[in-house]
Nanobody
Framework: QVQLAESGGGLQQAGGSLRLSCVAS????????MGWYRQTPGKQRELVAT???????NYAESVKGRFTISRDNAKNTVYLQMNSLKPEDTAVYYC??????????????WGQGTQVIVSS
């Protein structure tokens, strides 16, 4: 099994910054992609940013220029630097990873989520 542990959420004022972290552990042979999604009550989970191996990063239009995704492959960790936060960024943020657990088998896995609240 593979576990994703998120940290860094919390309460922040509009215009402020937060940094989310997510560490993958367990039966990790190779991580193919890591990213962040978010969800608010009554809405579908939406992509925030993804960072595949060797590929270009992908951001939601609503966060471009404000959020930055990065990875530390040696630590199996993905970060999300969130600047110029807006109240509409309030959501539960979920870490996602596509992980090869063997040469032939890959899984898609999610963290438990971390709450981000941005006050106006």
């Amino acid at each position: 099994q593979v576990q994703l542990a998120e940290s860094g959420g919390g309460l922040q004022q509009a215009g402020g910054s937060l940094r989310l972290s997510c560490v993958a552990s367990g039966n990790v042979f190779k991580i193919n992609s890591m990213g962040w999604y978010r969800q608010t009550p009554g809405k579908q989970r939406e992509l925030v940013a993804t960072m595949p191996n060797g590929g270009s990063t992908n951001y939601a239009e609503s966060v471009k220029g404000r959020f930055t995704i990065s990875r530390d492959n040696a630590k199996n960790t993905v970060y999300l630097q969130m600047n110029s936060l807006k109240p509409e960024d309030t959501a539960v943020y979920y870490c996602n990873a596509r992980v090869a657990i063997t040469l032939l088998q890959s899984i898609n896995t999610w963290g438990q989520g971390t709450q981000v609240i941005v006050s106006s």
